[in-house]
Each structure stands twice: as structure tokens, then as C-alpha cells.
């Protein structure tokens, strides 16, 4: 089945999760942390807009069973780079190890710009 990932399989069958479940998952363990931002991101996004930045912000894949998740993000401006990349990729870690029982591999974090508010 196209877009999924198959995360357990046993004698009742397989569990699959699609890809854009993940990316949402992702996008909101990241925007969880200080200093994490989306300058797309305004107040009440709708579902539909948040979809669309799943799809441009975040890439998974699924490598010898294991997770990999490439990440694009904006920092806000006064928050230092490297602590807030490093707080998301342990965040989206936590998160979505915890969700889905999967192994997690690399979490790239690429940030393309600078929120100034």
C-alpha cells in the first residue's frame, strides 16, 4: 500500500501507520519545543494548511525497519540554533518512538530561517 509504513506484524496481521500521520506527529513534536517555529504557522491554522506543511516540512522513510525522518524548521529569532535543532530532534524522537514502537534512526534537522517577530 503506497504512503504507508508497516510498523508491527504478527499472526492477527500487520499495523501500518501512513507516512502523513507520521509527518503530522512530527511537526507537532517539533513545534512543541521553545524556540521551534514555522513562519507559516499563524493562529488557528486550519487542518488542511497543517497538511500542507507536513508535506513541504517533513520527509520520512523507512530503512532496514527502522525510522528516518529529515525535519525543515525555522528558529525564532533570540532562541540559539544548535540547542533548539538539538531539543527538536530529541523531542521528535521521544515522541514518536513512544507512539509507534518503532526504532528511530537519524533525525535530520535543517533550519531554513529566522522568525523575527
Same mark, same amino acid.
Not at 502523513?20 to 514555522?38: D, P
Not at 494548511?49 to 530503512?63: A, C, I, P, W, Y
Given at each position: 500500500m503506497k504512503g504507508?509504513?508497516?510498523?508491527?506484524?504478527?499472526?492477527?496481521?500487520? /499495523?501500518?501507520?501512513?507516512?502523513?500521520?507520521?509527518?503530522?506527529?512530527? =511537526?507537532?513534536?517539533? =513545534?512543541?519545543?521553545?524556540?521551534?517555529?514555522?513562519? @507559516?504557522?499563524?493562529?488557528?491554522?486550519? =487542518? @488542511?494548511?497543517?497538511? /500542507? =506543511?507536513?508535506? /513541504?516540512?517533513? @520527509?520520512?522513510?523507512?530503512?532496514?525497519q527502522v525510522l528516518q525522518i529529515r525535519l525543515a524548521i525555522d528558529i525564532v529569532h533570540g532562541h540559539a540554533v544548535d540547542k533548539v535543532a538539538y531539543a527538536v530532534q530529541k523531542q521528535v524522537k521521544d515522541e514518536v518512538s513512544h507512539s509507534l514502537g518503532m526504532k528511530i534512526g537519524e533525525i535530520d534537522i535543517i533550519v531554513e530561517n529566522i522568525i523575527f517577530n
Open positions: 504507508y509504513i508497516f510498523f508491527a506484524d504478527n499472526k492477527d496481521g500487520y /499495523r501500518a501507520i501512513h507516512s502523513s500521520a507520521i509527518e503530522m506527529m512530527t =511537526l507537532m513534536a517539533a =513545534l512543541s519545543v521553545k524556540g521551534c517555529g514555522l513562519s @507559516e504557522v499563524k493562529k488557528g491554522v486550519d =487542518l @488542511e494548511t497543517f497538511n /500542507r =506543511l507536513g508535506k /513541504r516540512h517533513v @520527509e520520512v522513510d523507512v530503512v532496514d
